[in-house]
T-cell receptor, first 114, second 115 residues
């Protein structure tokens, strides 16, 4: 079974600074990987996804993530953070075989300081 | 296009009362998932359906919880009787991409408070 670890519970970044949120997964084959964002009082919105091909994927709101098989990682990055990016970010992994059931990490809460 | 629609958005009830949460998935999606989110436990998958059939309900906490999907456009999650520890945000999500990648589309959630 697949699993996801997000080692950072909270991260604070200054507005305009770069951001990297960490995600490590465990799965025996090539996984399907996702990053979701949750603003307060809202549901989860898909930022980006990786299925195959180019290991650097672009998403909405200027986010990107890179799949590194050797490190079992799928870290989320943004070159310049805006105050509106303050939210909770969830990494999720799906199996590439069998019926789909996403497993979510525990989330990283991003705080943006002025 | 309409997304996943959940109701009610907020529910406050007293311990022992029955609670029914409702979900309308995105039209054409064939999988539906119920999640519960709490500060302590994060996002937990309670149950999911494929083509209206429950596939895995191992996440349902106990017999007080039940879920149904009578047709492709409607699902309910029922708690009877409710307890304070059931207080959480309950999310419904649907999926239906032909590549079967598991991408989920979430509703805005139902925030349940049991007093």
């Amino acid at each position: 079974a697949q699993s996801v670890t997000q080692p950072d519970i909270h991260i604070t970044v200054s507005e305009g600074a770069s951001l990297e949120l960490r995600c490590n997964y465990s799965y025996g084959a090539t996984p399907y990987l996702f990053w979701y964002v949750q603003s307060p009082g809202q549901g989860l919105q898909l930022l980006l996804k990786y299925f195959s091909g180019d290991t650097l994927v672009q998403g909405i709101k200027g986010f990107e993530a890179e799949f590194k098989r050797s490190q079992s990682s799928f870290n989320l990055r943004k070159p310049s953070v805006h105050w509106s990016d303050a939210a909770e970010y969830f990494c999720a992994v799906g199996a590439s075989t069998g019926f789909q059931k996403l497993v979510f990490g525990t989330g990283t809460r991003l705080l943006v300081s002025p | 296009d309409a997304g996943v629609i959940q109701s009610p958005r907020h529910e406050v009830t007293e311990m022992g009362q029955e609670v029914t949460l409702r979900c309308k998935p995105i039209s054409g999606h064939n999988s539906l998932f119920w999640y519960r989110q709490t500060m302590m436990r994060g996002l937990e998958l309670l149950i999911y359906f494929n083509n209206n059939v429950p596939i895995d309900d191992s996440g349902m906490p106990e017999d007080r919880f039940s879920a149904k999907m009578p047709n492709a456009s409607f699902s309910t999650l029922k708690i009877q009787p409710s307890e304070p520890r059931d207080s959480a945000v309950y999310f419904c999500a649907s999926s239906g991409d032909r590549a079967n990648t598991g991408e989920l589309f979430f509703g805005e959630g139902s925030r349940l408070t049991v007093l």
